[in-house]
């Protein structure tokens, strides 16, 4: 409660508008739904203690949101309902709903929920000045508190009014029906059909309801699909756009837009890419985990395959993985695979590894991407691969493919997923990317591309690292080749004209093999003559030595014989006496 201070100077009385108290937070009151993304975006619930009007056309939704509505807050918040049919009668709904796990007939035998089925027949009303809906206010009142409501469903309030033209006695009674649920405090949803110009065929319901939902189901290029909106919420923020949501065997599902906000956590652990040799052309030896990764390249080169090596390296390592294949049934990618070496079939029979294949035209864009989000949640995997994504332009424009892969893209790195995708580039001349590359091209942190290289008449194939964020990595193109024993990077061969492949690299290989053993044999050849001179020398060695030594010797004996010569001389030499 905030009030207004007065404080008098000399001039007067001065207004000083005080300031909220920083303690003091006012939370609006909300009644959760149960339904999955649907609190997310009417940010906790439908107002707690007010109707919110559900409207659209045939097949929207309508009944089932409601339904699920009350069952969630029966078997999740302990909160008991009611549901009052004007066309279906309850053993036709519980019938219905029985296929999306929803037992009405033990729910209502355990007391916590009321199913009311009142029929109006339009032959059977009688329009009076005096026409008013207290009978039904009677018999909403005795199973609101037969079960202790406090959810309460009117499906759907046309058939409530089908019989009256009069319009001021119908408006009167809206108006009068919706003051007597809030006064009765539950959290009501009324359902409506859409009108011509208006939400609702009364176009009255819409201005006394405090939150009003659209239902819409639309069908673009022979693609179905349903989108939620939120028309208004008084007292509340609330999210804005159209969310499309799904309806499968768990109930509705309704995707949330990505948020604007770019404050995901980060991951500095690596992961291999599985690919022997490709790990090398990294600096850090792989990606980064939480990372997104996309392998484009023309067909044929392979990409399938190092999408079948990461998912096989990540179940190695005991990791869930989930395979989302456009192309290839599950059966056909677990055969290719054996056949250089990966098993992919062993990781399924551990529940590791699920493969989830169909053609783009199943579903919308938009339902695809609900799809992954309800995976994610089930299976909780760390990685989920898309092969390829260059289908899905085939459900949608430009600007929607944009929009689903950016809010793809969000959604997996705000669950720290490892997502790697393949797109199929068309094979021309034309520099510029095509549609897929280019939507997710500068939103992947790490992006490689295969392609094609001919010459010679042959074809081979290629790959490089385009970029990779935060991480530095080769410049280098590496030649690949497919064997019985899987994908082998080939080194890198250098010729005049640039790196080598093929024919040519294996020529360069020959050539170089050649000289190598030219150069060996001359190296030898040289050895060998080389002995043989050394040999040749030692012999000279040899033989110089006994020369040397038989002169040493003679002049040895010269030497001896003259000593000898000149002592004889001596000895005979007569001595001359002294006188």
């Not at 280098?476 to 064997?483: K, L, N």
């Not at 000593?563 to 030499?573: A, F, G, P, V, Y």
């Amino acid at each position: 409660m905030f009030n207004y201070f007065h404080k008098k100077n000399q001039t007067g009385v001065r207004k000083i508008k005080p300031s909220k108290p920083q303690d003091e937070k006012f939370s609006f009151p909300k009644t959760p739904t149960g339904v999955e993304g649907l609190d997310e975006i009417t940010d906790g619930g439908f107002p707690k203690g007010r109707p919110t009007l559900i409207c659209g056309g045939a097949g929207c939704g309508k009944t089932l949101l409601s339904m699920q509505f009350l069952i969630k807050g029966i078997t999740d918040f302990s909160e008991h309902g009611v549901f009052m049919s004007f066309e279906e009668p309850s053993k036709d709904l519980s019938l219905n709903v029985k296929s999306l796990g929803f037992d009405l007939d033990k729910l209502k035998a355990e007391k916590k929920l009321v199913v009311d089925y009142v029929r109006v027949e339009r032959s059977e009303i009688e329009e009076t000045g005096e026409y008013d809906l207290e009978g039904l206010f009677i018999r909403l009142n005795h199973a609101i508190d037969s079960v202790n409501a406090k959810r309460v469903v009117l499906d759907t309030i046309e058939s409530l009014f089908a019989g009256l033209d009069n319009q001021a006695i119908l408006r009167a009674e809206l108006r009068r029906l919706f003051h007597w649920l809030k006064e009765k405090g539950v959290t009501a949803i009324i359902t409506g059909e859409r009108g011509e110009a208006t939400l609702t065929r009364q176009g009255l319901e819409e201005y006394v309801s405090d939150c009003v939902i659209i239902l819409d189901h639309r069908v673009i290029e022979q693609v179905s699909t349903r989108r939620l909106r939120i028309i208004k919420y008084r007292g509340s923020t609330h999210g804005t756009n159209e969310y499309p949501f799904l309806i499968d065997e768990d109930g509705i599902s309704v995707l949330p837009i990505t948020s604007l906000k770019l404050n995901n956590e980060v991951s500095s652990e690596l992961v291999s890419t599985g690919v022997p040799g490709l790990d090398t052309m990294f600096v850090g030896g792989g990606f980064y985990r939480g990372s997104n990764i996309l392998i484009s390249g023309t067909a044929g080169t392979a990409k399938t395959t190092i999408a079948c090596y990461f998912a096989n390296e990540q179940c190695k390592k005991h990791e869930k993985t989930v395979f989302f294949a456009f192309e290839e049934s599950p059966q056909q990618l677990i055969r290719n695979m054996k056949s250089i070496g990966i098993d992919l079939e062993k990781h399924i029979d551990k529940g590791l590894l699920q493969i989830h294949a169909s053609r783009p035209s199943l579903n919308g864009l938009e339902l695809h991407l609900l799809t992954l989000r309800k995976l994610i949640k089930d299976f909780k995997p760390t990685t989920v691969i898309l092969d390829p994504i260059s289908n899905l332009i085939t459900v949608g424009n430009e600007n929607e493919v944009r929009s689903m892969l950016v809010r793809l893209i969000d959604m997996l790195k705000a669950n720290n997923i490892t997502a790697l995708f393949t797109s199929l580039n068309k094979q021309n001349d034309n520099l510029r990317p095509d549609l897929a590359e280019e939507s997710v091209s500068s939103l992947v942190d790490t992006w490689i591309t295969v392609r094609d290289m001919e010459g010679i008449g042959e074809r081979n194939r290629g790959i490089f690292i385009v970029k990779s964020r935060g991480m530095g990595h080769s410049n280098q193109v590496r030649e690949f080749v497919i064997g019985s024993k899987g994908i082998e990077l080939l080194d890198v061969e250098f010729g005049p004209e640039g790196i080598l492949t093929g024919a040519a690299r294996k020529s360069n290989q020959l050539q170089r093999t050649v000289k190598a053993m030219k150069l060996q044999s001359d190296l030898d050849r040289k050895d060998r003559e080389i002995d043989r001179k050394r040999k040749v020398l030692e012999a000279n060695i040899a033989a110089l030595k006994n020369e040397f030594e038989s002169v040493v010797e003679e002049l040895g004996i010269l030497k001896a014989t003259e000593d000898l010569h000149s002592k004889i001389m001596i000895e005979n030499t007569p001595k001359t006496k002294k006188k």
